[in-house]
Structures are given as C-alpha cells and as structure tokens.
T-cell receptor, first 112, second 117 residues
C-alpha cells in the first residue's frame, strides 16, 4: 500500500519568511495530493491540492509542486503570518473510493 | 460547499460504556465514508472504510467487533466503540467525498473527542 513520508516534523520561521514542507510517496499509482491544515482540536481543512497531470499550483501565498518521477511533492507558504501556525498534513491517494494516506504532519510555528 | 456533520463533538464516559458517533453528509450523497483516529500530536490513521449497504473494510490491526460501523443510508455512517476502555480515548474523525469517481477532495467532520475514564 501507499506510504507517505513528511519532513520536517517541526518548523519555526520568522514572520514574513517562507516555509517549505516536503513529502514523498511510494505508490506510483497515486494521482491526487492534498494538503491539510489542522489547528488544535479542530478538523483538518483542505488548503490546496494537486493532481498528477499538473506540476505546480498556486493560490495566493500557498503553492504546491509535484515531481511524479521522484514521487515527491512540496508545500510552499510565502510571507508567513502568525495565523499560519498549525499542523500541516500532506496526503496521497488515487482515484475512486480510496482513502487518503497521510504523512505524519509538520508543526509550523510562525514567530512574530 | 460540501459539509460533513459529526456528533457528538465530545464524549466523556466510564470504562465499559459503548459510544456511538454519527457522521452525516449534509448536502451530498456519499456511498463511501472514512473513519480515522488521531492520538495527541500524531497523524490521522485510517481505521476503516464505510460502504453504504455493505460491510465496512477495516485496516489491519483494527478490531471490527470493537469498532462497529454501519452505513445504512447514502448520508449517514455510524461508528460504535463497544465496551470502551481508556486506551480507546482519542479524537475520532470521519470524512467523505462529494463524488465517487475522480479526484475530489475529502471533507472532514468536526471530529469527536472521546475520553474514557
């Protein structure tokens, strides 16, 4: 089955700096890669996703890149703000009624 | 947008009690829902895939007789933790996809924090 590795487990950045979180996956059949933000005690919220026919996607300060050959994808947050502080999870799956396989999460702290 | 409703949000009960958690898709139908468990400071771990009208598919290591799943309609799946013990204390969260085919996002319920005394 699919296995998703996520790094780093914790990340501290100064407000205004960029943050990068990286994930690798093992199953070449996976073709959908969402990123979730989870605040303490709350549900994960989808912040951006990318499909395997696209190499990069951007939404304001958030961007995701995908390298299918290397089987890795990354989340980039620019101009970080204190409210970006949360745990971020990457995930992978393939189409159909298949569940998401999550990475172990990255705790991002943005220091004002 | 797609909304998944989960309740109760918080349960505190004595050891040996059975607890039922409901997951509803409010504005869409979902033949498949997923149940996850999340321990403090850990990732979401898939417990089972709930299939409408048929048996759930459980992940390795998850006891199907302890975690009963019923998906009787296209908008409701329930997870019952039977004879709960303190080690079952965790954050339980369900999710569902709007469409069964294609790569549509999964939407999560608000989760249920279960505390067994």
């Amino acid at each position: 089955g699919e296995n998703v590795e996520q790094h780093p487990s914790t990340l501290s950045v100064q407000e205004g700096d960029s943050a990068v979180i990286k994930c690798t996956y093992s199953d070449s059949a996976s073709n959908y890669f969402p990123w979730y933000k989870q605040e303490l005690g709350k549900r994960p919220q989808l912040i951006i996703d990318i499909r395997s026919n696209v190499g990069e996607k951007k939404d304001q300060r958030i961007a995701v890149t995908l390298n299918k050959t290397a089987k890795h994808f990354s989340l980039h947050i620019t101009e970080t703000q204190p409210e970006d502080s949360a745990v971020y999870f990457c995930a992978a799956t393939y189409s159909g009624n298949t569940p998401l396989v999550f990475g172990k999460g990255t705790r991002l702290s943005v220091i004002a | 947008g797609a909304v998944v409703s989960q309740h109760p949000s918080r349960v505190i009960c004595k050891s040996g009690t059975s607890v039922k958690i409901e997951c509803r898709s409010l504005d869409f139908q979902a033949t498949t829902m997923f149940w996850y468990r999340q321990f403090p400071k850990q990732s979401l771990m898939l417990m089972a895939t709930s299939n409408e009208g048929s048996k759930a598919t459980y992940e390795q290591g998850v006891e199907k007789d302890k975690f009963l799943i019923n998906h009787a309609s296209l908008t409701l799946s329930t997870l019952t933790v039977t004879s709960a013990h303190p080690e079952d204390s965790s954050f339980y969260i369900c999710s569902a996809r709007v469409q069964e085919s294609g790569n549509q996002p999964q939407h999560f319920g608000d989760g249920t924090r279960l505390s067994i005394l």
